[in-house]
């Protein structure tokens, strides 16, 4: 299962990649607008932790586009 989603995901090309990302984001600003308690939550949570996560979750993608090489 895993080498085919691998194999799959190789043949997607940057347009594919933003639009994904796109919309993901799209989903949870979806999700944010019609879940009244996901709204509350998020407002309740310091932006400090948000930043912390964008911050863990983007180690490994910079890591690999900036500094590796092959």
Same mark, same amino acid.
Request: proline share 1%; with cysteine.
């Given at each position: 299962? &895993?080498? #085919?989603?691998?194999?799959?995901? #190789? #043949? &997607?090309?940057?347009?594919?990649?933003?639009?994904? #990302?796109?919309?993901?984001?799209?989903?949870?600003?979806?999700?944010?607008?019609?879940?009244? !308690?996901?709204?509350?939550?998020?407002?309740?949570?310091?932006? !400090? /932790?948000?930043? !912390?996560? &964008?911050?863990?979750?983007?180690? =490994?993608? &910079?890591? =690999?586009? /900036?500094?590796?090489?092959?």
């Amino acid at each position: 299962m &895993m080498k #085919k989603l691998n194999k799959n995901v #190789k #043949k &997607m090309d940057i347009w594919d990649v933003k639009l994904t #990302k796109l919309s993901t984001i799209a989903f949870t600003l979806f999700l944010i607008t019609v879940w009244d !308690g996901l709204m509350n939550l998020i407002h309740q949570v310091h932006w !400090g /932790w948000f930043l !912390g996560a &964008m911050i863990l979750l983007a180690i =490994r993608p &910079m890591k =690999r586009v /900036w500094f590796c090489c092959k």
